[in-house]
């Protein structure tokens, strides 16, 4: 697995990052409760050796698994992993409180079996959130205190991805694909003069870069995706994906897989976090990662006339 510099920081991570959300939670619909253990056992096997987690996702079973099967390879791996929000009593709760921070970091650090953990992530905070001088100074003391080797934003929003440059963050976590280039777009010049390191999540842009969805898709009560987007949105959206297909040829061989080539191939992405479900998913989104180019010159050429075309900034 080809590694790139996380930024400024002196961390080197995998291109390719397993994410657990959808292992260790049914926000993509049901899962069988040992599927996080094989997935992630068969990451290691590929050569995957950066994982993303959270303490929210499965009430910190995605730590817990990930930090046993890094622990019994005793394999050199990079955990990210995120602080300010918990389930309590089954109810999604933001708390960014310094004191509720180093918590949540100390309770990671257990669950992951470790003294460091080598990034940890603000969990989607407001951008007014960021601006409370107490906000970064708690997690620079947590590096200072050795508990993190660098701290970050995880953020869906310019707003926030820009405050916590502002800030002081060392590392951004935000959505780049296909389907959705902003914010890394618009603010590629900011990250590279902060010298921030980018984990890019959300690369599939939840499964439709997969390529397999037809207009008539029905998802799981249990899955986020039933309320994101209407049959009217979904139709649209699939459209849009089947004028993106003529990325797939030669060694390109599926959708999914030219979506992971896409991230790849932006210099300033340290590492394309992918959530798969399965380890037939993982094998094929690892194929990506074989170096440049990712994408061949001619395909990114037309890509930016069939991205304007289908309407995507």
Avoid at 39 to 58: K, Q, S
Avoid at 80 to 97: D, K, Q
Wanted: glycine share 10%.
């Amino acid at each position: 697995m080809n590694r790139r510099p996380l930024g400024g920081t002196d961390l080197r991570v995998c291109e390719i990052a397993l994410g657990t959300m959808g292992l260790a939670t049914e926000m993509y619909g049901p899962v069988e409760p040992t599927r996080l253990e094989r997935v992630v056992e068969h990451a290691l096997d590929l050569g995957v050796g950066t994982f993303d987690v959270a303490p929210l996702w499965g009430g910190g079973r995605a730590e817990e698994v990930v930090g046993r099967a890094v622990a019994k390879r005793g394999e050199a791996a990079q955990i990210v992993t995120r602080a300010g929000a918990v389930l309590e009593g089954g109810r999604l709760v933001h708390r960014f409180e310094p004191d509720a921070l180093v918590a949540d970091v100390e309770a990671s650090l257990r669950r992951l079996g470790v003294a460091c953990v080598d990034v940890v992530l603000l969990h989607d905070p407001p951008a007014h959130v960021l601006g409370r001088e107490e906000v970064p100074a708690a997690m620079d003391g947590l590096v200072q205190a050795g508990k993190a080797r660098c701290w970050g934003v995880s953020t869906a929003t310019i707003l926030g991805a820009r405050t916590a440059l502002a800030v002081g963050a060392r590392v951004l976590c935000i959505p780049y694909s296909l389907l959705q280039p902003s914010p890394l777009t618009e603010i590629g010049d900011e990250v590279q003069r902060a010298g921030a390191g980018v984990l890019v999540r959300s690369p599939l842009c939840h499964g439709l870069l997969a390529g397999r969805f037809n207009e008539a898709r029905q998802f799981d009560p249990s899955d986020h995706r039933r309320d994101r987007w209407s049959q009217l949105t979904l139709g649209t959206r699939v459209r849009q994906v089947d004028r993106l297909r003529f990325l797939v040829h030669d060694r390109v061989q599926s959708m999914a897989e030219a979506a992971v080539r896409f991230v790849l191939a932006n210099a300033l992405v340290a590492c394309c976090i992918v959530g798969a479900r399965t380890s037939a998913q993982l094998t094929e989104l690892v194929r990506a990662a074989d170096g440049p180019p990712y994408l061949p010159d001619a395909d990114m050429r037309r890509l930016s006339d069939v991205l304007r075309e289908i309407g995507i900034r």
